[in-house]
Nanobody, 125 residues
Framework: QVQLVESGGGLVQAGGSLRLSCAAS????????MGWFRQAPRLEREFVAI????????YYAPSVRGRFAITRDNVKSTVDLQMDSLKPEDTAVYYC??????????????????WGQGTQVTVSA
């Protein structure tokens, strides 16, 4: 089992920044590729970003590329999401998730084994 706890959400004005953090405990964090997802009201949970297990491969959804940055610290067992130039359409509950499969499989939501409880991000216009 891997337990994931997100923090850092809140209310911010458009153009502002937030940094989300996800703390992991349980199994060996460095064995997992880590992703961030988000879910807005009445919409499907969507992929935001992924970082592979050793942190040298990153991928972002087109809607956040150039504004968000995902990082991880395998010593501290944390994965962060720095969000800049926030827009109202970024408003959602943000979830971190751990994927124990192959890196290529972890671009698919259904491949993730463990999920955090989520943290609310609200961007006002």
């Amino acid at each position: 089992q891997v337990q994931l706890v997100e923090s850092g959400g809140g209310l911010v004005q458009a153009g502002g920044s937030l940094r989300l953090s996800c703390a992991a405990s349980g199994r060996i964090f460095a064995n997992y590729h880590m992703g961030w997802f988000r879910q807005a009201p009445r919409l499907e949970r969507e992929f935001v970003a992924i970082i592979n297990s050793n942190g040298d491969s990153l991928y972002y959804a087109p809607s956040v590329r150039g504004r968000f940055a995902i990082t991880r610290d395998n010593v501290k067992s944390t994965v962060d999401l720095q969000m800049d130039s926030l827009k109202p359409e970024d408003t959602a509950v943000y979830y971190c998730a751990a994927c124990g499969g192959s890196e290529s499989a972890c671009y698919v939501r259904s491949s993730y084994d463990y999920w955090g409880q989520g943290t609310q991000v609200t961007v006002s216009a």
